[in-house]
C-alpha cells in the first residue's frame, strides 16, 4: 500500500516549458487535490477533485489544468511556466466519514522555474 | 480577512515542557478542526481533528476547541526534540468539508 505517490521528485524548467505533474492514490478515495506551498504562505488549493469525472478550481487555480484521469490519477499541468510558479507541489486524497475529510499527502514536487 | 490565523512563530520551548500552539479562524459554521505535522522538507501528516466543545486527548497531545471563540488549540506535553516541526491548523472552507483551508503554519523548535 504506498498511499500516495508523485511524480517526478524535482524538476526545473525554464520559463515558457510545459510540464505535467502526475499523481496516483491506492487508498480507493474518491476526492483528489493539487497544493502549492510557498514560504510563509502555508497550503494553498490549487484545483481539486471531489469524484472521478469532477474538477473544480481552489484558491490560486491561475497558470494550470488538471485532468482526472480515473478514480486513481489526478494530473496538474502547467502550459507556460512562469517564475512565479516556482514552488513545491502537493498532491492529496481523502475519503469523508462522518464529515470528517482527513487527507493524505504525497511526497512533493520541488518545481523551479528559471 | 484570512480563514484560518496562525503565529508563524517560531516558537522555542525546552525539553519536557508543554508547547501551546493557537489557531484562530474566521467560518462560526465550522465543525470540525485538524491539526497537521510537517517536518522540514516532508509532507503534512495528520496528527490530531476535533469536532466537540471542550478537550480532546491523544497521548501527549491535546486538541482543545471553543466555537464561542472561535479558536482550537493544540498542546504537546513532555515536548521531545522529535516534535519539532511546523503545525498546520486546517478548517473545512466555506460551502463543503471536502475543502480545507490551510494556516500559515506555527514552526516548533524543541530545545534538548
Known amino acids: 500500500n504506498a498511499g500516495v505517490t508523485q511524480t517526478p521528485k524535482f524538476q526545473v524548467l525554464k520559463t515558457g516549458q510545459s510540464m505535467t505533474l502526475q499523481c496516483a492514490q491506492d487508498m480507493n478515495h474518491n476526492s483528489m487535490y493539487w497544493y502549492r506551498q510557498d514560504p510563509g504562505m502555508g497550503l494553498r488549493l490549487i484545483y481539486y477533485?471531489?469524484?472521478?469525472?469532477?474538477?473544480d478550481k481552489g484558491e490560486v487555480p491561475n497558470g494550470y489544468n488538471v485532468s482526472r484521469l480515473n478514480k486513481r490519477e489526478f494530473s496538474l499541468r502547467l502550459e507556460s511556466a512562469a517564475p512565479s510558479q516556482t514552488s513545491v507541489y502537493f498532491c492529496?486524497?481523502?475519503?469523508?466519514?462522518?464529515?470528517?475529510?482527513?487527507?493524505?499527502f504525497g511526497p512533493g514536487t520541488r518545481l523551479t522555474v528559471t | 480577512q484570512k480563514e484560518v490565523e496562525q503565529n508563524s512563530g517560531p516558537l522555542s520551548v525546552p525539553e519536557g515542557a508543554i508547547a501551546s500552539l493557537n489557531c484562530t479562524y474566521s467560518?462560526?459554521?465550522?465543525?470540525?478542526f485538524f491539526w497537521y505535522r510537517q517536518y522540514s522538507g516532508k509532507s503534512p501528516e495528520l496528527i490530531m481533528f476535533i469536532y466537540s466543545n471542550g478537550d480532546k486527548e491523544d497521548g501527549r497531545f491535546t486538541a482543545q476547541l471553543n466555537k464561542a471563540s472561535q479558536y482550537v488549540s493544540l498542546l504537546i506535553r513532555d515536548s521531545q526534540p522529535s516534535d519539532s516541526a511546523t503545525y498546520l491548523c486546517?478548517?473545512?472552507?466555506?460551502?463543503?468539508?471536502?475543502?480545507?483551508?490551510f494556516g500559515t503554519g506555527t514552526k516548533l523548535q524543541v530545545i534538548p
Open positions: 492529496a486524497s481523502s475519503e469523508a466519514r462522518g464529515g470528517i475529510n482527513e487527507q493524505y
Open positions: 486546517a478548517v473545512p472552507s466555506e460551502g463543503g468539508y471536502q475543502k480545507v483551508t
Open positions: 477533485s471531489a469524484s472521478e469525472g469532477t474538477t
Open positions: 467560518d462560526r459554521g465550522s465543525q470540525s
